[in-house]
């Protein structure tokens, strides 16, 4: 992943939305990227209202229109000075699962910042919140955003499965905090280990089935760090034995992460579903931000 020159943040005007605003603001200000901030008229709703309002709909929907433009307008204007120059606006009609990613094309962006929920908590508690259906969709890397920013990113923590997503993921840590330190992280768990515990297979030799997974893992971990371009004084190593779930979010916890940055697959199509459900917990459990990258950065979201 390249420092990004285009960034694209979307916004619903909620809370959650404005802290990803903000935070892609001081991207740009770091970067030197240019900002465009996006927000998407729910089309059905739109010809919904119509329906009921009959022949004052077409004056309302107008004024509805306008007041978005005026909203935008007004937080690029905030955002401007932290973003160190002009932010752009772009307002559009349609679905936002679509519109989003057709809006990341027209503005050429390589980076898409949205907070990590929107308004309507219940509902996207139900259905699915947009930012997880538009990471499905898309080829670029996505911030979710979940604190406001207070600093740039400090404590950044990189959970691994040794794929070819993993040297990307690390490499796009480096890039969004240059200054951060960056953990490495890669929770292992021993093939058929409940089988073996089961089977009534003593303690102590499962224990050193751990000590060998530990002991590959460490190695493939000093390879994979040996192989970004990364200083070496800010990384560091560590593998954790157990559910990579729990595993990630009991580091973030522990070393006071801000930031969480993940690929998107794993290396079969069994670890894909896996790793996407990884992703999935994150996004939904984690207390800092998640940034979801693809193969070269450039590729698929989450």
């Not at 259905?127 to 990113?153: C, F, H, I, N, W």
């Not at 593998?239 to 595993?247: E, I, S």
Request: with cysteine.
């Amino acid at each position: 992943m390249n420092p990004p020159r285009h960034l694209l943040a979307a916004t619903d005007f909620s809370g959650p939305a404005r802290h990803a605003l903000e935070r892609a603001a001081w991207l740009a200000g770091e970067t030197g990227a240019t900002l465009t901030l996006l927000h998407v008229l729910n089309r059905s709703a739109l010809e919904h209202l119509r329906g009921l309002l009959g022949s004052d709909g077409e004056a309302v929907i107008t004024r509805l229109e306008a007041r978005a433009e005026a909203d935008l307008a007004a937080l690029a204007g905030q955002l401007a000075a932290r973003a160190r120059g002009p932010v752009a606006t772009r307002l559009a009609r349609g679905r936002a699962v679509q519109e989003i990613p057709a809006a990341l094309d027209a503005t050429v962006a390589d980076l898409l910042v949205m907070g990590a929920r929107g308004a309507n908590f219940v509902r996207e508690f139900l259905l699915g919140s947009t930012t997880e259906r538009v990471l499905r969709k898309l080829r670029r890397p996505v911030l979710a955003v979940k604190q406001r920013p207070r600093d740039t990113y400090r404590h950044v923590l990189v959970p691994v499965d040794f794929s070819a997503h993993a040297v990307p993921a690390v490499r796009a840590a480096h890039v969004i905090a240059p200054t951060a330190e960056i953990t490495v992280l890669h929770a292992f768990e021993v093939d058929y280990e409940s089988k073996l515990q089961f089977a009534g297979v003593a303690e102590e030799v499962i224990e050193r089935y751990r000590l060998r997974a530990k002991q590959e893992a460490l190695s493939l971990l000093d390879a994979l760090c040996a192989g970004v371009d990364v200083p070496a004084e800010r990384l560091t190593r560590e593998v954790a034995h157990g559910p990579a779930n729990l595993r990630i979010l009991e580091k973030e916890q522990e070393l006071g992460a801000d930031l969480i940055v993940i690929g998107k697959h794993g290396q079969s199509a069994l670890e894909e579903m896996l790793l996407g459900s990884v992703t999935k917990h994150l996004l939904a459990y984690s207390d800092c931000d998640v940034l979801v990258t693809g193969l070269d950065g450039e590729g698929d979201g989450a």
